[in-house]
C-alpha cells in the first residue's frame, strides 16, 4: 500500500533542512513547485527569474536513501513561476491566491538511487480522499483531504484530518491511496485572515490547494508524459488487433519509433516488438491515443476495417483518454481566451441524465469530465466533441477568434475520433439555431408572449466562466460528534469522561527502541483535540516523555483531577512498557514517572471492521459483563479464541501466563474487540490472577485506570518490596470515548460508536 509513493517522493532541502517537497517524473527528473525552489536557494519566494546553470539545489529520496543528498539543477524550459495570469508573466504577491504557474522540473545529475520510481500520474477524482506527506516524507505529519471543487489552475480541497496543514508541505505529491495515484502538485492552503475568528467560536474547515494533473500538463507542453498505473483491462485485445494492421516488423519497428519519440521516450529499434510498443503506450498519461495517432498515420493500405476496432479497444484501456498530448495542448489555449460559457451549465446540458457531476469552474476541467463519457444510444457525437461545438457557437456572438479555431480543432479530432465531420458540421448548425431561437424567446419577454411559449429545448446557458470559491464552512469537534460519556449514571463514568488527556500516537522502529510519534491534546467539555506536535526524527522514549510533561505543563488544565495518558499503538507493540517510561530532566523536581503521576493506558491504533463489531458488541455490554482469565492452558491462540468466542460478553481479560506468550494473546483480545485488558509484564500464577481480579471486582471500569495508577504508585513508595503488583501492571483500557481523529493515513478509520 503506498509504495509507488514512497519510492518517488523527493524531499526538497536548504542548508540540511527540508523546505519543500516533489516527486520523481522520470528517472532523473524531479516536479516541484517553484516557490519551493526559490526558498531552497535562498530567493525570494516568487522570483520570476530561472536559476542559472550554477544554482544547485539539494534533495533527498527520504524513503529510498534516507542518508544521501543529490545535487539538482532547475530545467529552464521546464520554469513556470508563480505569476497572476494565464498569459501575464507579472509575479502573484504573496498570499494571493489561485496565480498560475509555480511549477520547476529539477534534473538530477543521473538516475536516481536504487530503489526509486517515478510516479504514476492520474487525473484527480472527485469524492476520492488523497494523502498529502510533509517536507520529510515522515507518513506521521500527514494531511487527508477530499477533492471539493476544481478552480483552474488549481483545485480546492476539503481538509479531513490529519496533521495541520503548514509550511513544507508544497510541492509534494497529492496522493490518491485508492487509485495508487498522484492526482496533483500541493500547492498553497487557505490562511484565515487575522482576528477573523472570535474566542470559543470553532475552526473553520480546513482548505488545501493543488495543482492538478491537466494544468500540470497545459502549464508545462514539453514535460515528458508521465507514468500512469499499470493498465489491465483489453491490453489483451489490443495486441491482437494490433497483429491484424502492424503485419510486419518493419510496420512495428516505425510505429514503435514514431510513438517513443512523441512520448520522449528511447526507441528500440529493431528490438522493438508489439508488447514493447503496447507496453509504451499504457504506461504513460495519453500513451494510447498517441498509439491510435500513430497507427493512423503509418496504417498500410487495405487495414481500414480494423481502424474501428481498434479505436473501442483503445476506449476500452484507457476509457478516460482520448485526445493526445498535442490535442489537448491546443485544445487548453483555445480555452484560456474563452469566457462566454459557464462551465457547469455546459456539463448539465451535454449530461443532462448524470446522476452526479463533479463541481468545475473552468473550462478546461469540464471538457476533462466530458472526455470520459461515451456517446449515448444512437447519439453520434461523443460528449466531448459536443461540449468543444457549444462553446464555440458561444464564442460566435463575441467574433471570429476563438470560434473559428475551435471549430477547426473539433473537425481534426473529429476525424480521429470516428465523428462524421457532416454530422460534425450538422450539430454546430442545430446548436446555431438552438441559440437563435434563445434570443427570440428572450426578445419576446418584453411583449406578450403565446400561451405555453417556452424556451428551446437542449440549449446551453451563458454565464461568467471566473472562478469563484465558496467560503469554507464551520465544523464540530473533529471526530465529529460531542464526546460520547460511557457509563451513563454512573459516577465512575462520568467523572473519566470529563478527565482532560494527552493523547499518543507512537510509532515504534523496527528494534522499538526508537520513536516517532504525534501528540494531542484534550482540554476536556466540548473542546476539540489539539494536535500540539508532530515528531518525524526518530528519538528515545525519554523524550517522548518529555514532550508528553511539556504539553501537560503547557496545553492541559489539570484541575480538579490530573490527566489520562493514552497512548495510541498498532497491535504488535501492545506491550511495551510505556507506563514504566520516565524522563530525568524534565522538572527541577527531579526525574518524572508517567505511570504513577498520571493514569496511564494503552489503546489499539486501528481495528479491522471484523475486530470493530466485537468492540461495539462488548463495549455495549461492559456495565453488566463478568471477567475473564487467559492462563497457561489458553496460551494456544486457538484456545483463547474458543474461550473469548463462548463469552461475547466479557469486556475485561485478565492476561496471566509467562511473558513470552502475552504478545500473542493481546493481539487475540484485540481481534475479538476487548475493551481492557489487564497484566502484569513479569510474574504469572494464580496469586497473580487473583490479585489482578481483585483489582477488577467490585469497581466500575472507568474506575480502573486510577485504581492501575494508584497500584503503581504504591510499587514505587514501598522501596524495600520487590515484588509488589504495581511494579510490573499494564492496563489497556480502550475506551468509547474520545477518540481523535485519524492520525496517520489507514485505509479504513475507526469511528465512535
Known sequence: MDQPLFRSFVSVRDAGRAVGAGVLLADDLVLTC????????????????APGPGHTVRVRLPHVAPDRDLTAEVEPALWSPPRATAGGRAPVPPGALLYHGDLAVLR???????????????????????????ASGHPLPTVRAVPRVSAPPWVALDVAGGTEVKEGFSGGPLWDRERQAVVGLVVADLQAPPGARTHGAPPAAATLYAISVPAIEAELPDLPPPVVPTARRGVQQLLAVLETILTTPDAVRGCEELLASRLRRPSLGPGA??????????????????LLQAVRELMPPGSGPQWERLRRVARAVSPGEALTHGQRRGLTGLLAHCGRTDPRELLNAVLPHAIELPAVTGLADALDVLEGFEAQG????????????????????????????LAAWAERAAARLGVDVAALRQYAADMRGYRAERARYAAAEHHPAPHGARPPAGWAGTGSAGVGMAQAGTAPSPNGARPHRHGHGHPGGARLSKVPRVQVELLPTATGRHYTYQ????SGGDAPHHL???????????????????????????????ALVEFFLPAAWLGLPVDRW????????????????????????RRSRESYAGWKRRTAALDTARSLVLDHDCTDRKVARARLEMQPEVGTVIVCCEPR????????????????????????GENIAADLLELVEGGHHTQLPETVRLERAKAVAEVASTNHRGRELSLMYDAPDHRPPQLAPDAWVLTQP
Open 519 to 522: 501528540v494531542w491534546a484534550w
Open 661 to 684: 506468550h502475552h504478545g500473542a494473546l493481546l493481539r487475540q483480545c484485540v481481534q475479538a474487540g476487548v475493551h481492557t485488558i489487564l497484566w502484569h509484564r513479569a510474574e504469572h
Open 108 to 134: 538530477l545529475p543521473g538516475a536516481a538511487p536504487a530503489g526509486a520510481e517515478p510516479a504514476p500520474f492520474l487525473p484527480h477524482a472527485y469524492g476520492n480522499e488523497v494523502i498529502a506527506l510533509w
Open 34 to 49: 517553484a516557490h519551493v525552489v526559490n526558498s531552497a536557494l535562498g530567493r525570494d519566494r516568487y522570483d520570476q527569474t
Open 582 to 605: 520516565e524522563s530525568f530532566d524534565s522538572d527541577e523536581d527531579g526525574p518524572f514517572g508517567l505511570g504513577f503521576t498520571r493514569r496511564v493506558v494503552i489503546r489499539t491504533a
Open 378 to 405: 444512437a447519439q453520434p457525437m461523443p460528449p466531448l466533441l459536443q461540449g468543444v461545438v457549444r462553446i464555440g457557437v458561444d464564442e460566435d456572438e463575441a467574433g471570429p477568434y476563438p470560434a473559428e479555431d
Open 273 to 290: 516488438d508489439l508488447d514493447r510498443l503496447v507496453g509504451l503506450a499504457v504506461g504513460v498519461r495519453r500513451g494510447v491515443p498517441e
Open 532 to 562: 500540539v506536535l508532530a515528531r518525524d526524527a526518530e528519538v528515545t522514549s525519554e523524550q517522548v516523555v518529555d514532550d508528553i510533561h511539556r504539553v501537560l505543563v503547557d496545553e492541559i488544565r489539570e484541575d480538579p483531577e490530573p
